[in-house]
């Protein structure tokens, strides 16, 4: 039987927290709660980063170090290593966004292969992730999937996307480092799905090493998962899934009712909910012949999982089962799952404090929408307060 008041235990959960570092997360989570807050921080903090204002400091210490490892690899390893005292795993996640040059395309792949590199030394990093976007620009990927011909000088860029992306997996299977694509907007995705199960074609043959993601708010994904599971049996290769909720919800039905079309995104959270546990469900009937990162915050999704792994007599620790968070984020999922011997990484944002606040703005706007969420990160801090005290 599955232990329903698992993530209740918070001494688990913040067993790694100071009582200051405890304080610092009530306080960020307080101020999250608050739309307005959050837009007006929001609007601050871009406003002194634009005007070179010494804020670095300030958002280093509070926001920064809550939600990102650090500034560079190496600033990470104390992270990593407090991470693996407690058998969470790490997933060092590059969070540097919007670049468009071949420079900063190049500079992207050499941060990615470096950390597969990084992971080959340590225990604690059996996994790397990298967006399609960081290694071409969004509008190659989104002409390719409207079908529009490339011009010669295209064809040429799209190759050198395709030989980036052929890099990054190839040393990562020699290494044996399992890589998770992140999913993207709807108007690009085809043409990065198909990259990506290009990729899995070639290095998938024995076992998973590339992962693509779903975005389970798009009421499409259940019908892409099973079509490619099918290819996979087809053809002999095996697939790897990264499953979420999603991240671009609001610009996907503005960009949708703009142009007239049909809005990809599940009609309400409860759709989003079935769907996404619909492909949770699918995916370990399937076990084996799929590979599956279960990237969420959700808790009846991870209780729903450990079911489905219990019924279907799935180890614990069987690799082709991950279970995934953000770093700063729902603790009392990760470490309470990795105490029972459940195979946990948490992703680990990373760069310089500048490069990373879009990530950060991101974070903090998506929990203020979840309103749902913020409240549970409150009421387990204020009862690990509470119990401390005690």
């Not at 990470?76 to 060092?92: A, T």
């Not at 709807?186 to 993601?213: C, F, G, H, P």
Request: proline letters at 2%.
């Amino acid at each position: 039987m599955i232990n329903r008041s698992l993530f209740e235990n918070t001494d688990i959960a913040f067993a790694l927290k100071s009582d200051s570092e405890l304080e610092r997360a009530y306080f960020l989570f307080k101020m999250i709660s608050s739309q307005p807050l959050v837009r007006i921080g929001t609007a601050a903090t871009n406003f002194a980063l634009k005007a070179n204002l010494p804020v670095e400091g300030l958002i280093r210490s509070t926001v920064f170090d809550h939600f990102c490892g650090g500034v560079n690899e190496e600033d990470c390893l104390p992270v990593i290593d407090k991470l693996y005292l407690k058998k969470v795993s790490s997933v060092l996640d590059y969070s540097v966004e919007g670049k468009e040059t071949e420079q900063q395309f190049d500079n992207a792949l050499e941060k990615i292969l470096k950390i597969i590199h990084f992971c080959d030394e340590k225990e604690a990093m059996p996994i790397v992730v990298f967006k399609p976007t960081g290694f071409g620009r969004f509008a190659l990927y989104q002409k390719k999937t409207e079908g529009v011909d490339f011009t010669e000088s295209e064809q040429r860029e799209w190759d050198r996307v395709v030989a980036r992306f052929d890099a990054v997996c190839k040393l990562a299977k020699e290494k044996d480092v399992e890589v998770l694509i992140d999913g993207e907007e709807s108007w690009m995705q085809d043409a990065a799905d198909d990259l990506v199960e290009k990729m899995m074609r070639i290095y998938n043959t024995d076992k998973a090493i590339v992962y693509n993601t779903l975005q389970c708010y798009r009421w499409d994904r259940l019908e892409y998962l099973k079509g490619i599971h099918q290819r996979g049996k087809a053809i002999g290769f095996k697939v790897g899934i990264k499953i979420v909720r999603g991240a671009y919800m609001e610009k996907e039905r503005n960009r949708a009712e703009e142009r007239g079309y049909a809005s990809p995104i599940c009609e309400n959270k409860k759709a989003t909910d079935d769907n996404f546990n619909s492909a949770l469900t699918y995916i370990l009937e399937h076990i084996g012949e799929i590979s599956l990162f279960v990237g969420t915050h959700n808790e009846e999704s991870c209780y729903l999982a450990m079911e489905l792994m219990d019924k279907y007599k799935i180890d614990k620790n069987d690799n082709n089962v991950w279970f995934g968070q953000l770093y700063g984020m729902s603790d009392h999922i990760s470490y309470n799952l990795a105490a029972i011997g459940y195979n946990v990484a948490k992703y680990i944002p990373f760069g310089p404090v500048k490069d990373v606040m879009p990530y950060l703005i991101r974070r903090a706007e998506e929990n203020t929408s979840v309103v749902g969420q913020t409240n549970r990160e409150l009421e387990l801090l204020k009862a690990e307060k509470k119990r401390r005290k005690l």
